[in-house]
Protein backbone atom coordinates (compact mmCIF):
# COMPACT_ATOMS: atom_id res chain seq x y z
CA UNK A 1 0.00 0.00 0.00
CA UNK A 2 1.53 3.32 -1.52
CA UNK A 3 -0.42 5.23 1.27
CA UNK A 4 1.57 3.78 4.07
CA UNK A 5 4.48 4.71 5.55
CA UNK A 6 6.41 2.49 8.27
CA UNK A 7 9.32 4.20 10.63
CA UNK A 8 11.28 1.24 12.30
CA UNK A 9 13.81 0.51 14.83
CA UNK A 10 14.01 4.03 16.16
CA UNK A 11 13.69 4.65 19.98
CA UNK A 12 9.89 5.71 20.17
CA UNK A 13 9.11 8.43 22.85
CA UNK A 14 4.88 7.90 23.61
CA UNK A 15 3.32 9.89 26.27
CA UNK A 16 3.26 6.67 28.34
CA UNK A 17 7.27 6.63 28.15
CA UNK A 18 9.72 5.68 25.56
CA UNK A 19 9.90 2.67 23.30
CA UNK A 20 12.77 0.72 22.25
CA UNK A 21 12.97 -0.65 19.04
CA UNK A 22 9.01 1.19 17.99
CA UNK A 23 7.38 1.53 14.95
CA UNK A 24 5.34 4.26 14.24
CA UNK A 25 3.09 3.55 11.45
CA UNK A 26 1.40 6.73 8.82
CA UNK A 27 -1.44 6.17 7.09
CA UNK A 28 -3.44 9.38 5.55
CA UNK A 29 -1.61 11.40 7.19
CA UNK A 30 -2.08 10.08 10.53
CA UNK A 31 -0.83 7.71 12.72
CA UNK A 32 -2.03 4.36 12.57
CA UNK A 33 -2.44 1.65 14.82
CA UNK A 34 -1.55 -1.25 11.76
CA UNK A 35 -0.21 -1.17 8.64
CA UNK A 36 -0.15 -4.58 5.60
CA UNK A 37 2.82 -7.09 5.83
CA UNK A 38 4.05 -5.39 2.35
CA UNK A 39 4.07 -1.42 3.97
CA UNK A 40 7.55 0.30 2.93
CA UNK A 41 9.41 0.43 6.08
CA UNK A 42 12.08 3.35 6.37
CA UNK A 43 15.12 1.97 9.14
CA UNK A 44 15.61 4.73 11.94
CA UNK A 45 17.41 2.12 14.39
CA UNK A 46 19.62 4.17 15.85
CA UNK A 47 17.16 7.17 16.06
CA UNK A 48 14.97 8.99 18.30
CA UNK A 49 10.98 9.46 16.94
CA UNK A 50 9.46 12.53 18.75
CA UNK A 51 6.33 14.47 18.19
CA UNK A 52 6.51 17.46 15.76
CA UNK A 53 7.44 20.84 18.22
CA UNK A 54 4.54 23.00 18.74
CA UNK A 55 6.02 26.61 19.16
CA UNK A 56 3.16 29.13 20.69
CA UNK A 57 5.00 32.08 20.80
CA UNK A 58 7.44 33.18 17.55
CA UNK A 59 7.66 36.13 15.37
CA UNK A 60 8.94 34.62 12.25
CA UNK A 61 12.16 32.89 10.54
CA UNK A 62 13.73 32.83 7.29
CA UNK A 63 14.17 36.30 7.14
CA UNK A 64 10.49 36.79 7.38
CA UNK A 65 8.90 38.62 9.94
CA UNK A 66 4.70 37.61 11.23
CA UNK A 67 3.93 41.22 11.96
CA UNK A 68 5.19 42.63 8.84
CA UNK A 69 6.47 40.49 6.26
CA UNK A 70 4.33 39.34 3.45
CA UNK A 71 1.66 36.07 2.90
CA UNK A 72 4.49 34.78 1.10
CA UNK A 73 7.39 35.80 3.57
CA UNK A 74 5.06 34.43 6.54
CA UNK A 75 4.81 31.34 4.53
CA UNK A 76 8.86 31.51 4.45
CA UNK A 77 9.29 31.96 7.91
CA UNK A 78 6.58 28.90 8.88
CA UNK A 79 8.68 26.98 6.29
CA UNK A 80 11.76 27.73 7.91
CA UNK A 81 10.87 26.57 11.46
CA UNK A 82 9.16 23.48 10.46
CA UNK A 83 12.41 22.65 8.59
CA UNK A 84 13.88 22.50 12.64
CA UNK A 85 10.77 20.54 13.69
CA UNK A 86 8.34 23.09 14.42
CA UNK A 87 5.30 21.28 12.67
CA UNK A 88 2.79 24.02 14.66
CA UNK A 89 3.39 27.19 14.87
CA UNK A 90 1.48 30.49 16.14
CA UNK A 91 2.17 33.36 14.87
CA UNK A 92 2.95 36.29 17.32
CA UNK A 93 3.18 39.73 16.59
CA UNK A 94 4.94 42.67 18.62
CA UNK A 95 3.73 46.19 19.52
CA UNK A 96 2.05 48.38 16.87
CA UNK A 97 -0.77 50.52 16.08
CA UNK A 98 -3.82 49.38 17.01
CA UNK A 99 -5.70 50.03 13.66
CA UNK A 100 -2.15 47.93 12.29
CA UNK A 101 -2.86 45.07 14.49
CA UNK A 102 -6.56 44.49 13.75
CA UNK A 103 -5.69 44.52 10.16
CA UNK A 104 -2.59 42.06 10.47
CA UNK A 105 -4.64 39.82 12.58
CA UNK A 106 -7.12 39.63 9.51
CA UNK A 107 -4.54 38.96 7.36
CA UNK A 108 -3.36 35.89 9.77
CA UNK A 109 -6.18 34.73 10.66
CA UNK A 110 -6.85 33.74 6.97
CA UNK A 111 -3.42 31.49 7.24
CA UNK A 112 -4.94 29.96 10.47
CA UNK A 113 -7.64 28.98 8.08
CA UNK A 114 -5.34 26.97 5.60
CA UNK A 115 -3.67 25.38 8.29
CA UNK A 116 -0.37 27.20 7.77
CA UNK A 117 -0.26 28.68 11.39
CA UNK A 118 -2.11 27.67 14.31
CA UNK A 119 -3.15 31.10 15.14
CA UNK A 120 -2.23 34.43 16.37
CA UNK A 121 -0.51 35.51 19.46
CA UNK A 122 -0.51 39.40 19.75
CA UNK A 123 2.74 40.38 22.03
CA UNK A 124 1.51 43.97 22.92
CA UNK A 125 0.83 46.92 22.88
CA UNK A 126 -0.87 46.16 26.24
CA UNK A 127 2.49 45.99 27.86
CA UNK A 128 4.07 47.89 30.91
CA UNK A 129 6.82 50.55 29.68
CA UNK A 130 8.87 49.88 32.58
CA UNK A 131 10.21 46.06 30.65
CA UNK A 132 8.73 47.29 26.86
CA UNK A 133 12.36 44.77 26.13
CA UNK A 134 11.99 45.46 22.08
CA UNK A 135 8.64 47.05 21.72
CA UNK A 136 8.31 50.60 20.53
CA UNK A 137 7.13 52.73 23.93
CA UNK A 138 5.25 55.42 22.21
CA UNK A 139 2.82 52.54 20.94
CA UNK A 140 2.26 51.15 24.63
CA UNK A 141 -1.29 51.32 26.05
CA UNK A 142 -3.10 50.18 29.11
CA UNK A 143 -4.96 46.99 28.74
CA UNK A 144 -8.53 48.58 27.71
CA UNK A 145 -10.52 45.25 27.57
CA UNK A 146 -12.99 46.81 24.48
CA UNK A 147 -9.33 47.22 22.64
CA UNK A 148 -8.14 43.91 23.76
CA UNK A 149 -12.24 42.50 22.40
CA UNK A 150 -10.95 44.47 18.99
CA UNK A 151 -8.08 42.40 18.40
CA UNK A 152 -10.06 39.17 19.43
CA UNK A 153 -12.68 40.58 16.46
CA UNK A 154 -10.32 40.82 14.06
CA UNK A 155 -8.72 37.59 14.45
CA UNK A 156 -11.67 35.89 13.53
CA UNK A 157 -11.61 33.29 16.37
CA UNK A 158 -7.78 32.85 15.56
CA UNK A 159 -6.40 34.82 18.32
CA UNK A 160 -4.84 32.20 20.74
CA UNK A 161 -3.08 34.24 23.09
CA UNK A 162 -2.67 38.04 24.41
CA UNK A 163 0.39 38.40 26.78
CA UNK A 164 -0.24 41.17 28.84
CA UNK A 165 0.80 43.35 32.01
CA UNK A 166 -1.89 42.44 34.20
CA UNK A 167 -0.92 45.41 37.00
CA UNK A 168 -2.21 47.78 34.79
CA UNK A 169 -5.21 49.97 34.57
CA UNK A 170 -7.78 46.99 32.78
CA UNK A 171 -5.04 44.41 33.23
CA UNK A 172 -7.91 42.17 35.25
CA UNK A 173 -10.80 43.13 33.55
CA UNK A 174 -8.87 41.90 30.30
CA UNK A 175 -7.75 38.82 31.76
CA UNK A 176 -11.32 37.87 32.62
CA UNK A 177 -12.39 38.67 29.06
CA UNK A 178 -9.89 36.72 27.33
CA UNK A 179 -10.68 33.56 29.83
CA UNK A 180 -14.02 34.22 28.62
CA UNK A 181 -13.25 33.88 25.08
CA UNK A 182 -10.98 31.02 25.33
CA UNK A 183 -7.81 32.77 24.87
CA UNK A 184 -4.44 32.64 26.66
CA UNK A 185 -3.87 35.49 29.15
CA UNK A 186 -0.30 35.21 29.07
CA UNK A 187 1.45 37.59 32.15
CA UNK A 188 4.75 39.41 30.37
CA UNK A 189 6.31 42.91 29.37
CA UNK A 190 5.11 43.55 33.41
CA UNK A 191 6.35 45.15 36.42
CA UNK A 192 4.05 43.59 39.10
CA UNK A 193 4.22 42.52 42.02
CA UNK A 194 3.80 39.12 43.51
CA UNK A 195 0.70 39.95 45.03
CA UNK A 196 -0.61 41.06 41.69
CA UNK A 197 0.26 38.46 39.91
CA UNK A 198 -1.11 36.06 42.11
CA UNK A 199 -4.54 38.48 41.27
CA UNK A 200 -4.07 37.81 37.40
CA UNK A 201 -3.85 34.46 37.92
CA UNK A 202 -7.01 34.32 40.17
CA UNK A 203 -8.42 36.41 36.97
CA UNK A 204 -7.78 33.18 34.87
CA UNK A 205 -4.07 34.14 33.34
CA UNK A 206 -2.52 31.08 33.04
CA UNK A 207 1.05 31.35 30.94
CA UNK A 208 3.84 33.39 31.92
CA UNK A 209 5.37 34.97 28.63
CA UNK A 210 9.42 33.52 28.91
CA UNK A 211 9.42 33.49 32.45
CA UNK A 212 12.29 35.24 34.28
CA UNK A 213 12.71 37.78 30.89
CA UNK A 214 10.92 41.53 30.70
CA UNK A 215 9.98 41.31 34.22
CA UNK A 216 11.28 41.71 37.85
CA UNK A 217 13.84 40.01 39.02
CA UNK A 218 13.05 37.34 41.77
CA UNK A 219 13.47 38.94 45.20
CA UNK A 220 13.88 37.59 48.87
CA UNK A 221 11.87 40.52 50.18
CA UNK A 222 10.05 41.60 46.96
CA UNK A 223 9.35 37.97 44.95
CA UNK A 224 7.48 39.60 41.97
CA UNK A 225 5.87 37.44 39.48
CA UNK A 226 8.82 34.88 38.76
CA UNK A 227 7.71 33.31 42.38
CA UNK A 228 3.76 33.39 41.59
CA UNK A 229 4.06 32.22 38.53
CA UNK A 230 6.38 28.90 39.20
CA UNK A 231 4.24 28.17 42.02
CA UNK A 232 0.91 28.12 41.23
CA UNK A 233 -0.15 24.70 39.59
CA UNK A 234 -2.79 26.94 36.80
CA UNK A 235 0.24 28.47 35.62
CA UNK A 236 2.23 26.94 32.15
CA UNK A 237 5.53 29.09 32.38
CA UNK A 238 7.56 29.48 28.53
CA UNK A 239 11.01 29.17 28.74
CA UNK A 240 13.42 30.72 25.91
CA UNK A 241 16.33 27.69 25.95
CA UNK A 242 19.13 29.78 23.79
CA UNK A 243 21.50 30.26 26.48
CA UNK A 244 21.33 33.73 26.24
CA UNK A 245 17.91 34.51 27.61
CA UNK A 246 18.62 31.99 30.74
CA UNK A 247 21.26 30.60 32.50
CA UNK A 248 20.91 27.15 32.46
CA UNK A 249 20.51 27.32 36.30
CA UNK A 250 17.69 29.42 36.07
CA UNK A 251 16.25 27.09 33.43
CA UNK A 252 16.70 23.80 36.12
CA UNK A 253 15.34 26.29 38.72
CA UNK A 254 12.37 26.72 36.38
CA UNK A 255 12.14 23.35 35.01
CA UNK A 256 12.12 21.58 38.42
CA UNK A 257 10.11 23.64 40.21
CA UNK A 258 7.30 24.10 37.92
CA UNK A 259 7.57 20.19 36.53
CA UNK A 260 7.85 18.84 33.77
CA UNK A 261 3.99 19.27 32.90
CA UNK A 262 3.72 23.14 33.46
CA UNK A 263 6.86 24.02 31.24
CA UNK A 264 6.62 25.28 27.34
CA UNK A 265 9.34 25.45 25.49
CA UNK A 266 9.09 28.56 22.60
CA UNK A 267 11.69 29.73 20.57
CA UNK A 268 10.57 34.02 21.17
CA UNK A 269 11.89 33.99 17.12
CA UNK A 270 12.46 36.83 15.28
CA UNK A 271 13.73 37.02 11.33
CA UNK A 272 16.75 35.72 11.72
CA UNK A 273 16.24 32.63 13.09
CA UNK A 274 17.32 29.92 10.65
CA UNK A 275 18.56 32.79 8.16
CA UNK A 276 21.94 35.13 9.80
CA UNK A 277 23.50 37.55 11.31
CA UNK A 278 22.66 41.25 10.07
CA UNK A 279 20.12 44.15 10.14
CA UNK A 280 16.50 43.17 11.05
CA UNK A 281 13.72 45.07 11.95
CA UNK A 282 11.14 44.11 14.80
CA UNK A 283 7.76 46.46 14.11
CA UNK A 284 9.33 49.40 13.84
CA UNK A 285 12.39 49.26 15.48
CA UNK A 286 16.28 48.04 14.33
CA UNK A 287 17.67 45.45 15.49
CA UNK A 288 21.34 43.90 15.23
CA UNK A 289 21.87 40.15 15.06
CA UNK A 290 25.92 39.20 16.08
CA UNK A 291 26.64 35.88 16.20
CA UNK A 292 23.41 35.20 16.53
CA UNK A 293 22.41 37.22 19.24
CA UNK A 294 19.66 39.75 18.70
CA UNK A 295 19.91 43.37 20.32
CA UNK A 296 18.22 46.41 19.65
CA UNK A 297 20.30 49.02 17.53
CA UNK A 298 19.62 51.81 20.23
CA UNK A 299 20.15 50.89 23.73
CA UNK A 300 21.31 47.00 23.16
CA UNK A 301 18.48 45.43 24.78
CA UNK A 302 17.63 41.74 23.48
CA UNK A 303 15.18 41.42 21.00
CA UNK A 304 13.58 37.86 20.35
CA UNK A 305 16.29 35.11 19.62
CA UNK A 306 17.43 33.24 16.20
CA UNK A 307 16.26 30.12 18.27
CA UNK A 308 14.54 27.28 16.78
CA UNK A 309 13.15 25.05 18.59
CA UNK A 310 15.11 21.53 17.25
CA UNK A 311 18.15 23.65 19.14
CA UNK A 312 16.20 23.92 22.52
CA UNK A 313 15.35 20.46 22.35
CA UNK A 314 19.21 19.32 21.95
CA UNK A 315 20.54 21.63 24.28
CA UNK A 316 18.05 20.32 26.86
CA UNK A 317 19.14 16.91 26.14
CA UNK A 318 22.56 17.53 26.31
CA UNK A 319 23.29 20.62 28.19
CA UNK A 320 20.80 20.65 30.83
CA UNK A 321 20.76 17.23 30.69
CA UNK A 322 16.45 16.71 31.48
CA UNK A 323 14.62 13.43 30.51
CA UNK A 324 13.70 13.33 27.33
CA UNK A 325 10.20 12.49 28.00
CA UNK A 326 10.13 15.87 29.90
CA UNK A 327 11.87 17.67 26.96
CA UNK A 328 8.78 16.27 24.65
CA UNK A 329 6.58 17.33 26.89
CA UNK A 330 7.63 20.97 26.68
CA UNK A 331 8.58 21.09 23.72
CA UNK A 332 5.13 19.20 21.96
CA UNK A 333 2.55 18.36 24.12
CA UNK A 334 2.22 20.89 27.24
CA UNK A 335 1.99 23.56 24.11
CA UNK A 336 -0.55 21.96 22.20
CA UNK A 337 -3.16 21.92 25.38
CA UNK A 338 -2.86 24.87 26.12
CA UNK A 339 -3.78 25.67 22.17
CA UNK A 340 -6.42 23.32 22.46
CA UNK A 341 -4.81 21.28 19.84
CA UNK A 342 -3.60 18.51 21.69
CA UNK A 343 -6.75 15.80 20.43
CA UNK A 344 -4.62 16.39 17.20
CA UNK A 345 -1.06 17.20 17.69
CA UNK A 346 1.28 17.27 20.43
CA UNK A 347 2.00 13.30 20.88
CA UNK A 348 2.33 10.25 19.22
CA UNK A 349 -0.98 8.06 18.99
CA UNK A 350 -3.15 6.40 16.84
CA UNK A 351 -5.56 9.02 14.69
CA UNK A 352 -3.28 12.21 15.57
CA UNK A 353 -1.67 13.72 12.80
CA UNK A 354 1.43 12.19 11.68
CA UNK A 355 3.38 15.29 12.72
CA UNK A 356 7.11 13.82 13.85
CA UNK A 357 10.71 14.50 13.80
CA UNK A 358 13.34 12.22 13.56
CA UNK A 359 16.66 13.04 15.85
CA UNK A 360 20.08 11.22 15.55
CA UNK A 361 21.51 9.50 18.54
CA UNK A 362 23.27 13.03 19.70
CA UNK A 363 19.55 14.85 19.80
CA UNK A 364 20.88 16.75 15.99
CA UNK A 365 17.40 16.84 13.85
CA UNK A 366 17.84 14.65 10.64
CA UNK A 367 14.55 14.67 9.69
CA UNK A 368 11.00 16.27 9.89
CA UNK A 369 7.14 14.64 8.85
CA UNK A 370 4.69 16.68 8.88
CA UNK A 371 0.50 15.36 7.91
CA UNK A 372 2.33 12.08 6.78
CA UNK A 373 4.73 14.02 4.36
CA UNK A 374 8.39 14.64 4.89
CA UNK A 375 9.40 17.78 4.44
CA UNK A 376 13.09 17.03 4.95
CA UNK A 377 15.54 14.11 5.76
CA UNK A 378 14.74 10.61 5.12
CA UNK A 379 12.09 9.19 2.49
CA UNK A 380 10.96 5.94 2.69
CA UNK A 381 11.87 3.36 0.12
ZN1 LIG B 1 8.00 37.63 21.84
Excluded at 60 to 82: D, M
Aim: overall charge negative; some cysteine.
Amino acid sequence: MADHKVLAGARVVLPTGIVDNGRVIVEGGRIAGHAPADAPVTDLSGHWVVPGFVDMHNHGGGGASFTSGTVEEVLKGVHTHRLHGTTTVVASTVTGEMDFLAHRAGELSELAEQGDIAGVHFEGPFISPCRKGAHSEDLLRDPDPAEVRKLLDAARGHARMVTLATELPGGLDSVRLLAEHGVIAAIGHTDATYEQTVAAIDAGATVATHLFNAMPALGHRAPGPIAALLEDERVTVELINDGTHLHPAALELAFRHAGPDRVAFITDAMDAAGFGDGVYHLGPLEVEVREGVARLAKGGSIAGSTLTLDTAFKRAATIDRLPVESIVRAVSANPAKLLGVYDEVGSLEPGKRADLVVLDAGFTLVGVMRRGEWVSGPRSG
